[in-house]
């Protein structure tokens, strides 16, 4: 049974990854999005009022400690039934679940941090009516960052967007593989993009993405969840009997990690309703 994302999931995408020591501030600049303004001036008037660029601002990512411990039987160990380095990688396994899934949730739900989400987080169902609510978010998105926008969701959601209007599929030889997506065809001149669906880890009655939304996302977004890695794994292995007061090896590894969604530019979601 495959369960659980794939090895490249497509919301890394929008991630900025930072490795810092332990005890290093770390920092991330965010530019300021302004407009300079031009002024009508009278003959031989050359007195303007100067204009800058906004300074923008620095933040920083709180980071916290996490941490996973594991053991297994000294007699079943020296027997080969259990395998030490196995053991080892799913706990790489786990850290790697675990942080996908804080990217996941940072990613999905980033449009609520934005300015005015209600009008960048519509809810409507899939239907004709509303397909002029749905032409303008793309515009917005578009409009507000200069930037052709995509239409992003699950077989399953961009399979709605035939209710809102006239979708051109395209041939699958012309599908181009760009982080494990496939380019599908457009919506009504606008890019449709298939993110990959996959069940919750050894669970097949739910599932890892969102069937009711589409996300409307231009081409030029910048990587908006900040995530950070402070210092290096600490780990601590005890496999003598003396020290762990039974029969077991035990292992346990804690690091050190924090995530926070950072962005100027604007994009859309549709949640499909029934």
Not at 27 to 38: A, E, G, N, P, Q
Not at 125 to 153: C, H
Not at 175 to 199: H, N
Not at 235 to 259: A, S, V
Request: charge should be negative; charged fraction near 25%; proline fraction near 2%.
């Amino acid at each position: 049974m495959v369960t659980g994302w794939s090895a490249d999931p497509f919301f890394r995408k929008y991630v900025d990854f930072k490795n810092t020591t332990i005890g290093e501030k770390n920092s991330f600049y965010i530019k300021d999005d302004c407009i300079l303004t031009v002024a009508k001036l009278s003959g031989g008037q050359h007195a303007i009022e100067r204009q800058r660029l906004g300074a923008g601002q620095t933040r920083t990512v709180s980071t916290s400690y996490f941490g996973l411990g594991v053991y297994m039987s000294l007699l079943r160990f020296m027997q080969g039934v259990e395998d030490w380095n196995e053991l080892i990688n799913k706990i790489t396994e786990a850290f790697d679940r675990y942080v996908n899934t804080m990217l996941h949730d940072a990613v999905m739900s980033a449009s609520q941090q934005l300015p005015v989400p209600t009008k960048w987080n519509i809810k409507g169902e899939a239907k004709a009516e509303n397909r002029a609510k749905l032409k303008r978010l793309i515009s917005d998105v578009q409009l507000a960052t200069g930037s052709k926008a995509v239409i992003m969701g699950t077989e399953v959601a961009l399979g709605e967007l035939q209710n809102f209007g006239s979708v051109q599929w395209i041939s699958n030889e012309a599908k181009s593989d760009i982080y494990r997506m496939g380019r599908l065809g457009s919506f009504e001149g606008t890019e449709i993009v298939e993110i990959p669906q996959a069940f919750a880890y050894n669970d097949v009655e739910h599932y890892l993405e969102d069937d009711k939304k589409l996300l409307i996302m231009p081409n030029n977004i910048d990587k908006f969840v900040k995530f950070v890695y402070e210092g290096s794994d600490a780990t601590f292995e005890r496999n003598e009997m003396g020290e762990t007061g039974d029969e077991t090896k035990d292992y346990r590894i804690r690091t050190c990690m924090g995530l926070e969604t950072m962005t100027n530019v604007r994009f859309g979601t549709w949640t499909l309703e029934a």
